[in-house]
């Protein structure tokens, strides 16, 4: 993918050292409206370190990252909030308000779009609850929606995740190992429901994965990562052992799975 | 998720060492070991210290063998209980109650505010929480009764210098267990609404209340039952309540009226420790 201003996510030259270890090297790719990305990569080769990065929650030391076209590197304080409410972002460990109702924390996706009076007194609005409403339904969870998140399981609580990210209706949703908690089925729901959301609504999506098996089905491009440079980028389909192995590196025969 | 992988993480280390430490295998394995001359060292430093402490606090061992008979008879002139003049004794009991609550509220108020710029997870400035930490520290420092003194001077004799008394103190221990309660909680779920472009008071208030909230109200109510407890004694120094009843009984030496005041002290006490026993275990 070519970078262009179309783009969604710009990513350019982003490198980042932790103390003497270079954590990411010189990490460049874009992502186009719509388009659904698998980051995979072997633990430790810089995924969650490439999120955060893009994210601002640590800095960079070199590179850039658009987000629709503007530099979030050089926001500060309340242009950066602005920037962020652009960003859906999925945790791996959903980040969920626990008290609060399946509902509540879906709404917090709407909380910097709230009059300031409606935020203080916790009253949301009917146009907002309805929103927060179909976003829990798009993901299958509408009659949950007055349960406590702390209540759900794993996979449900993720899934209201999704809809606090969809309820943001921003073009852009990362989402940082949303599955690496969940068991196989649970996992495969999430990324379902992740997938449909996306497409129905246009959202492009960068999802890192540690689990290659996943993709398929899922993601239409996949950006392998190793030791912190990008060592492969192209289509999901044509995603093959080789790629496996310049990613994860050669695989102990004993254990070997099916690409 | 980190706090927790970490603990799994430590958990056999800390099985190994223990019973290494037990045995006393020589193994650095609990700490540093002192040597056997500084062992000696602290533990003369202990006793000497000690009996230091013993003398200054003039421990006279007679004095109390002869005070003893002395209180018994007392014990024995204070049966049975007064019962005259119970509506007044009422009043003051309820008046100790309403310094505590009334108190214990205005601080509360204060301590939640003060608490924002204290946390270390919620300060908008490293530099604000010092000197926030300071006046909570030097709130907490002066107990409710060195306040109700000042206070009875500043604004006379009477149950509001006791609230004042209570409140300031409160402020201090209150404001100090809010940020400490706040600092505990999770990272992640305020992150997430941090960053979906929300200013401080949103996520403060959507984010991380209602996570926090059981933890907030245990630590008011355990300051309300200490502060009932504490406004017991501010009547002494003459802020209202039921204190000035004991004090007047005391220097009157009227025993049955003593004892009537001590049961009373000790049901409204047990009364309010229960309930908010009751509440707090409610909360989890």
Not at chain 1, 209 to 227: K, N, T, Y
Not at chain 1, 242 to 256: E, K, L, M, Q
Not at chain 2, 79 to 91: I, R, V
């Amino acid at each position: 993918m070519t970078p262009s201003s179309s783009s969604v996510l710009q990513v350019e030259g982003l490198g980042h050292r932790y103390g003497t270890s270079t954590v990411l090297r010189d990490v460049s790719f874009a992502v186009a409206p719509g388009e659904v990305v698998a980051v995979v990569g072997p633990s430790g080769a810089g995924k969650t370190t490439l999120f955060r990065c893009i994210t601002r929650l640590i800095e960079a030391d070199h590179g850039s990252v658009r987000v629709g076209g503007r530099d979030l590197a050089a926001l500060r304080g309340r242009e950066l909030r602005l920037a962020r409410r652009d960003v859906g972002l999925i945790f791996q460990q959903y980040n969920l308000v626990r008290r609060r109702s399946a509902l509540g924390n879906v709404l917090l996706g709407r909380l910097a779009h709230l009059p300031a009076w409606r935020a203080l007194l916790q009253r949301p609005g009917p146009d907002e609850s309805a929103l927060a409403r179909s976003c829990l339904d798009q993901v299958g969870l509408g009659r949950y929606a007055g349960a406590r998140a702390d209540r759900l399981s794993g996979g449900q609580q993720q899934r209201v995740a999704i809809a606090r990210a969809l309820a943001q209706r921003s073009r852009l949703v990362l989402a940082d190992e949303p599955v690496a908690s969940l068991d196989p089925a649970s996992a495969a729901g999430v990324l379902q429901a992740l997938g449909t959301v996306a497409r129905d609504h246009g959202i492009a999506v960068v999802c890192s994965l540690h689990q290659v098996e996943l993709i398929a089905g899922f993601a239409d491009r996949v950006i392998g990562l190793r030791a912190g440079e990008v060592v492969r980028d192209g289509p999901a389909s044509t995603f093959g052992p080789g790629d496996r192995t310049a990613v994860y590196g050669p695989a102990p025969a004993t254990i070997r799975t099916p690409a | 998720m980190t706090d927790t992988a970490a603990e799994t993480r430590d958990d056999p280390a800390v099985g190994a060492s223990a019973p290494g430490g037990l045995a006393d295998t020589g193994e650095p394995s609990t700490g540093p070991r002192l040597p056997r001359a500084r062992q000696a060292t602290v533990a003369l430093v202990l006793v000497v210290g000690f009996a230091l402490c013993v003398r200054l606090a003039q421990v006279d061992l007679r004095a109390l063998l002869e005070g003893l008979p002395e209180m018994a008879g007392w014990i024995g002139r204070s049966w049975p209980p007064s019962t005259q003049g119970l509506d007044l004794l009422a009043l003051r009991a309820a008046e100790t109650v309403a310094i505590a609550v009334v108190g214990t509220t205005l601080a509360m108020v204060a301590a939640l505010v003060a608490c924002v710029p204290a946390a270390r997870n919620l300060t908008p400035a490293r530099l604000l929480r010092v000197p926030v930490r300071w006046l909570l520290n030097a709130c907490r420092g002066i107990d409710s009764f060195v306040f109700a003194l000042l206070f009875v001077a500043a604004v006379g004799l009477g149950p509001f210098a006791g609230v004042l008394g209570v409140a300031f103190h409160t402020f201090g221990s209150m404001g100090k267990l809010f940020a400490e309660t706040i600092e505990g909680m999770p990272r992640g779920p305020l992150e997430a609404a941090e960053l979906t472009g929300a200013g401080r008071v949103r996520v403060v208030t959507w984010a991380l209340l209602p996570d926090a909230a059981p933890g907030l109200v245990s630590v008011a109510l355990y300051m309300l039952e200490f502060n009932i407890r504490a406004s017991v004694v501010l009547g002494v120094v003459g802020a209202g309540g039921i204190g000035q009843q004991l004090k007047n009984a005391i220097d009157l030496l009227h025993f049955p009226r003593l004892l009537t005041i001590i049961v009373i002290i000790l049901a409204m006490v047990t009364a309010v420790d229960q309930l908010s026993a009751r509440l707090r275990a409610r909360l989890a």
